[in-house]
C-alpha cells in the first residue's frame, strides 16, 4: 500500500512541475514555424514600416520568417480582431499603435476590449506631431497663433489626415486646452491634407513629423511647434507645444502586442529581443529617419502606457463628441 502511494505522490509531483519544467523549454524553442505580423493598416505607412524593419531583426535572430500581413479597415479595428480570435501561441502579433487606445472610446461597438484582450510585449518608438501653417499666415509662432485665431473665431479651417487620427486627437486638445474655435477639415489622408494646406484652402495642420518635414526644411509650411514633451532631434530648433501651452502633450507610439493568454516566457522572449533591436544602431537610424525616437519599455509598463494614452485620449473624444466616420 505504502510502496503505491509513494508511486502516485511521484507522479502527482512531476505532473504539477511538468508544466514548469516545460516552459523554458518554451522559450527557448520558439519559434519552430513562421510567425505573422498583423498590421491593421495597408503597406508602405509608418506602422507597416516597423512591421517590417522589427519583424526582419526577429527573423535573423530566431531563425523563422516573420512575414507581414495587413488588415487594413476600421481604423485598424479589423486587425486587431484578428489577433485578438488567433490562438495565444505566439504565432499571430499585432502591431500596436496609439490609434488603438483612441478607438476605445471612438468606436461605440467593437467585438473586443483592448485592454483586456491584447497582451502588450514591446514597445519600439514614439514619434512626434507637428504643427504646421501655410507661410502666408501672419502667426510666426504658437502664441501668435493662438491670438489670431481667437481674433477670428470659426475662420480658421485645421486640416488632419482623417476623422479620429493622433494628429486629429493633438488637434482637438490643442483646440480644448486654448479655448481657440477652428474649423475641423477632414481629409482621407495627411497626403492630399499637406496639398490643401501648401495650397492655401486651409491654414493649419496638426501632422506626423515623418510626412511633413521635407515640406518644412523646403519652406513649403512653417512649423510653430513639435507636440511631444522634449523636442525633436529632427528639428531641433523648433520648440515644443508645452513650451506655450502648459501641459500639452501628444505624440504616436509603436509597438507589438499578441493576443492575451500567449505564454509569458514567450512574451518576455520577443521583449528582449526587440529591446536589443532598438539598442542596435542601425535600427535607430532607421527609426529616425521615420521620424521616431526609440522607446524601449517592458511588457508591463507598455501595458502602462496603453492604459493612460486610453484613458487619455477617452476624455478628449467624449469632451468634444468627435464620432468615427
Known sequence: ?????????????????????????????????????????????????????????????????????????AGGNIGTEAVVRAAPDGYTLLMVSNSAAINATLYDKLNFVFLRDIAPIASISRASIVMTVNPLLAAKTVPEFISHAKANPGKINMASGGIGTGPHLAAELFKTMTGIDALHVPYRGSAPALTDLIGGQVQTMFDGLASSIEHIKGGKLRALAVTTAIRSEALPEIPTMGEFVAGYEASGWFGVGAPKATPVEIVDNLNKQINAALADPKIKARLSDLGGTVLSLSPSNFGKLIAYETEKWGKVIRATGIKAE
Open 1 to 73: 500500500m505504502q510502496l503505491v502511494r509513494r508511486k502516485f505522490l511521484r507522479l502527482a509531483t512531476a505532473t504539477v512541475a511538468a508544466p514548469v519544467l516545460l516552459r523554458p523549454a518554451l522559450a527557448q524553442t520558439y519559434p519552430t514555424r513562421p510567425v505573422r505580423i498583423i498590421v491593421g493598416f495597408i503597406a508602405g505607412g509608418s506602422l507597416d514600416l516597423l512591421a517590417r524593419l522589427i519583424g526582419q531583426w526577429l527573423q535573423e535572430q530566431l531563425g523563422q520568417p516573420f512575414v507581414v500581413e495587413n488588415r487594413p479597415g
